[in-house]
């Protein structure tokens, strides 16, 4: 079965960290773009970050800069998401997607609803206490 998933998330008080994994089985990430979302409750989906497989470049939104970084594992078809200097407003369910085109998650990044990638991964919670 071909699938994207998200796993990896939890309770932490703020300050503390985690780190989110999303997993690809029946397909490898090579020249793939993989991208981190989240959504608050009663709040649109809003773009965490993004890297390109193919040179291990990435990009963050302004949120998180400085305080997330996304790595990958490809012998393990596995990119991560290291939160650390969590606040509670980072509490939301976190998705990963992943596409050929850098180009089309460049442009939805901040759409508050797209999902029309290669494959979208059913998210994993994250709650931030205070």
């Known amino acids: 079965e071909v699938q994207l998933q998200a796993s990896g998330g939890g309770l932490v008080q703020a300050g503390g960290s985690l780190r989110l994994s999303c997993t690809a089985s029946?397909?490898?990430?090579?020249?793939?773009?993989i991208a981190w979302f989240r959504q608050a409750p009663l709040k649109g989906r809003e773009g965490v970050g993004y890297?390109?497989?193919?040179?291990?470049?990435?990009y963050y939104a302004d949120s998180v800069k400085g305080r997330f970084t996304i790595s990958s594992d490809i012998a393990k078809n596995t990119v991560y998401l290291q939160m650390n200097s969590l606040k509670p407003e980072d509490s939301a369910i976190y998705y990963c997607?992943?596409?050929?085109?850098?180009?089309?998650?460049?442009?939805?990044?901040?759409?508050?609803?797209?999902?029309?990638?290669?494959?979208y991964g059913q998210g994993t919670l994250v709650t931030v206490s205070s």
């Open positions: 029946g397909f490898t990430f090579d020249d793939y773009t």
């Open positions: 890297m390109r497989s193919r040179d291990g470049n990435t």
């Open positions: 997607a992943a596409d050929r085109s850098l180009e089309l998650l460049v442009q939805t990044f901040n759409s508050a609803w797209y999902k029309g990638y290669d494959y």
